[in-house]
C-alpha cells in the first residue's frame, strides 16, 4: 500500500472500521512509511484529546493542517514536501 492509499482509508482505520486485510496493509505502511506513521499518531492524539473532553495539541492540529493541504498538492508542487510547510 503506498501513501495515497493509506491516506484515503487512515480515517476508517483509525475509527476500526476497515476489513482485517485493509488493517494489516496499513499497518505494515505505518510501520515502514515514517511520515504516513506520523499522521497516524496526530490523528490519534486529536482524537484521544476530544475523547477526553480537552482542546486537541496546537501542534498535532498544525500537523494534520498541513498534512491535510499536502494531500491537495500535486507531486512536485511547492507543498508535495519538497519546501517547508505554507505559514
Same mark, same amino acid.
Given at each position: 500500500?503506498?501513501? %495515497?492509499?493509506?491516506?484515503? =482509508? ?6 476500526? /472500521?476497515?476489513? #482485517? $486485510?485493509? =488493517?494489516?496493509? =496499513?499497518?505494515? !505502511? ?7 506513521? %506520523? /499522521? $497516524?499518531?496526530? !490523528?490519534?492524539?486529536?482524537? $484521544? #484529546?476530544?475523547?477526553? +473532553?480537552?482542546?486537541? &495539541?496546537? &501542534?498535532? =492540529?498544525? +500537523? ?8 491537495? &498538492? ?5 507543498? &508535495? ?7
Amino acid at each position: 500500500m503506498n501513501c %495515497l492509499r493509506v491516506q484515503r =482509508v487512515l480515517q476508517s482505520y483509525l475509527d476500526g /472500521e476497515t476489513d #482485517a $486485510a485493509t =488493517v494489516r496493509r =496499513v499497518e505494515a !505502511h505505518l510501520e515502514d512509511c515514517r511520515r504516513c506513521g %506520523l /499522521e $497516524a499518531a496526530v !490523528h490519534r492524539e486529536i482524537k $484521544a #484529546a476530544f475523547t477526553r +473532553r480537552e482542546a486537541p &495539541d496546537r &501542534d498535532a =492540529v498544525e +500537523r494534520l493542517t498541513e498534512w491535510g493541504r499536502s494531500l491537495m &498538492d500535486p507531486p512536485g508542487s511547492p507543498g &508535495d514536501g519538497s519546501r517547508p510547510p505554507r505559514p
